[in-house]
């Protein structure tokens, strides 16, 4: 009797997290890294902006890219992408100008007022941008992560 065992691959590669480290996908992998940085571009144009565009740039420093999650790290950034008003709220004049504020280390509630959002520098932005973002360039996100899982077999 003549026996013979023929291996193509090592056995070991076909360990789930071996096919997943060798298409990019392992969890901290470049897919991930992709997935995540284009979120926080493509988002950019739907979040709102302000004078200073603090909100909007808080995303980069705060997310740990490949994490797959994303973080926009300002005290308000709660509020704007729930898209209502929170209070109570009272009126102040800061500068000539009527300001609402609210109270420090005081709870505050989601009202049924909606936040209206300046649309000058980000004409899209508006409430949970990251859903709206989602429905307009999901393809895009997929397509750029299917390419760079293309690359990865290579």
Not at 66 to 82: C, D, F
Not at 114 to 126: E, F, R
Request: charged share 25%; with cysteine.
């Amino acid at each position: 009797m003549f026996t013979i065992t023929a291996r193509l691959i090592d056995p070991g590669a076909l360990e789930p997290d071996s096919l997943l480290a060798r298409a990019g996908l392992q969890k901290g992998g470049p897919v991930q890294c992709l997935i995540d940085q284009r979120v926080i571009d493509y988002c950019q144009p739907y979040v709102p902006a302000s004078p200073d565009r603090t909100l909007e740039f808080s995303a980069p420093p705060s997310t740990e890219i490949g994490s797959g999650t994303v973080i926009w790290n300002t005290p308000y950034a709660h509020y704007q992408y729930m898209g209502i008003v929170y209070g109570p709220n009272f009126q102040v004049l800061i500068k000539g100008k009527l300001e609402w504020r609210s109270r420090k280390g005081r709870p505050k509630h989601p009202t049924d007022k909606k936040l209206t959002y300046d649309k000058a520098q980000n004409p899209l932005a508006g409430p949970h941008w990251v859903e709206r973002m989602k429905a307009d360039r999901m393809r895009d996100i997929v397509r750029e992560a299917q390419n760079l899982v293309k690359r990865e077999l290579k």
